[in-house]
């Protein structure tokens, strides 16, 4: 990432690309990745008064393709100005205009690249400012049939674009449109079940359903009763596919991963999540299976009546939604074994919420199956709403137990002194929010809003089943990733022996997928809650896919399918760059002559350059010119003057010391009160390490403006001096030529320059001498001084020359009468010694 420091200028432009690249009204090719905005094509230059003119060209089949596709859209608009409009109607028109705006996009994207060819090779014909000779008439020709081209393939585009936008205004029409029918559905005002009259109503009504229902079923005994083979063949057929499974090898497989043992304490995170869904993986789909190949066997053998089929395919959606949320509930709270619950909750609890969650599926399955039953034999609206009351209310009464249940063991654990708030869950916190919309599911149909009731108490269903489902897979996933990407998992082993990617890599790689994996688990739940809502999955996918290549804040558009298009364009280029830099360093520069300081300045000057050079690429990769960037350096330019100063300071210093290289990598510089190695010159600082092994990070700008000591600039020699000092008594001649010897004798000191010793000063304590020698490279031999420091100590002691310590005399004032004193207090046991003693004392 060191590198990437060296473009933070550029890096600036990359992120106000966005704003530069707008026009009015955005278009996206889904082919390329680029926004067929106006901005995208290219502007018609026009045509001088001297060219010939030629009629722009036609092209019949896009024509006729724009007539047809303006017809499509002028039908479906005019078809949604009706006020009430069936929901497979609205489905159809969505479709219709999709397929048109798709449609769309393919003939921008097939025509842009020859409108760039073309528009390119007028740009090339055209005379140039210098030249004073006419063109040819050839010429002239050719570049008016291209300008006549230019402009007919811009009308084309133009149109599509046109409408690509008024198929996107159709769609966002047709989903307001959803919207508002669902809304009116929603609060559509109903009789009370409170209303003793309505209940009367329901009761006139019933037999009537009754008696249509009875009808429904014996024509279907009577279809079953005149072909009994047939009929037992379907369940024949099911019960050996049920079969099929629990006597199948994989059968004790699954066994080993669904049964959860209670005597374990502590399962592993693994074991407990794995198990979890493979409880409602396998049920589920055991469920679903069976009643699927039934629901097929009884349709082969045509056993099934037309009238029939919805409510059979309503009771086996039912039953296998059924056994699906029973199953849920059970994996997650496990009653009966806590070391294998999912979340925070005791026995009780637990014991208690999956008895409830068994009514509750069978409630919902009732609810499911009336639906079904009311639909094909045209129940009447009475008894409907009836219906959906009292199943929305049973929903309601058992969602208020479970929340009861729940509400009453988190009491219970307060009062207990052990209880911590912090090991509660957070599913806590909904149970408030529960608990308003229970309430709104009763009071709902009591006042007249049935719908409305039915709504929140669907919604609560919902709501409990996503966010179960999120719990369960979100851990199972998280667990999952982070054991096979481990040291010693599969993907792990395999990343580390195939690609070279060292452990943390690897963890990196399992964090990153982790993440993306708990943010689409998110997207996906947050999408199911919305479905009850209104919402579509084809609305939520055009309108993700329409922001991912263009979308407009006012008069600014944003293409994100461009911004990663650039990001991508800039880290193959980093990454590249990179590459190239490691070669350079590692292969190719160590094979030549030059120096380390030269090596590393070419590396360095080799990614800096890659970087910018990656940088512009990708800015003009989203039609960022060098005119903008000037323009936008123009105008950032006091900003970047005032609050970015220091940095690009450090930034235009690190160049200089580059280029100037009055340091490199490797000299032997001190800079104040610290000498060290310089190690890295980076973009905005170089990294100097003492020889305390110590790394000292010094900004660039101080090394260009300050005084800096650089030992090894120019040359690796230098020129060392050690002090002694001997007694006055010391023979000085003697000294000077012992101290020759040694360093004339060392290893490393040079015999030229010539070594020479002088007496440097008479010190208050010894005579000082001094010796100079030269080094051939400090960086190696600075040592050397400590060596000849050794030398001169071994050898002064052999020839017994003293190196004195230091030496002071001391002066004591008024030293007679201290003498008087002491004789004194010796001669005290004679008489009147006591009373001189005194007087000497005051005196």
Known sequence: MKTIRAAIFFIIFLSWMPLNVVTAAPAQAPGNGKPASPAAAPAAPPAPADLPSVPPPEFPRAQAKLDGWKRTLDQVETALRAKVIHDTVLNDFRDRAATTQHEARELISKITPRLEAATARAAELAPSPEATAPQPDDVKLERAKLLAEIAGRQGVIQQAKLINVRAQQTIDAISDRRRAVFNESVLQRSASLVNPTFWVTVANAAPIAAGRLVDLLSKWGRVLSSQPLRAASGFVI???????FFLSPGRRWWSRWTTRDPEIANPSALRKTGSAAAIVFTDTTLTAVALFVLYQALMMLEVLPGDVTPIVQALFLGITFGFFFIRLTTAVLAPGRPSWRLIELDNAAADGMVSFSVLLAMVIATGIVLDAINLAIGTPLDVQIASWGLVATAKALLFMGALRVAASTEDEDETTPAASSTQKSAWHLLIPVGWVLATAAVLGPLLGYVAFGRFVAKEMGVMVTALMSFVLLSRFAAVLISTTFAYNGTIGRFLRQTTGLGSSAVRQIAALLGGLVQLSLIGLTAFFILTTWGIRSDDVVT?????????QIGSITFSPSQILGALAVLTVGIVATRALKRWLEERFLPETNLDVGVRSSIGT????????????IALSYIGLNLQNVAIVAGALSVGIGFGLQSIINNFVSGLILLVERPIKVGDRIEVGTRMGVVKR???????????????????NAELISGQVVNWMHGSYSARLSVAVGTSYDADPDKVIKIL??????????????????????FGTDSLEFTVFFHVAHIG?????????????????RKEGIEIPYPQRDLHIRDIGRLEALVRDLTDSDRPGASRRRIRSLES
């Open 740 to 761: 020759l010897d040694i360093v004339a004798h060392h290893p490393r000191a040079l015999k030229s320059p010539e070594p020479f010793a002088i007496l440097g000063n």
């Open 238 to 244: 099911a019960a050996i596919v049920v079969l099929g």
């Open 681 to 699: 010159i980076n973009v905005r600082a170089t990294e100097i390490a003492t020889y305390d092994n110590v790394s000292v990070i010094v900004p």
């Open 780 to 796: 190696i031999d600075a040592g050397a001084a400590n060596e000849v420091r050794l030398e001169i100590l071994k050898r002064f």
């Open 543 to 551: 309108s993700m896919s329409s922001a991912f290549f263009s979308f």
């Open 605 to 616: 000057g080799a990614g800096y350059a890659g970087v910018i050079l990656a940088t512009l």
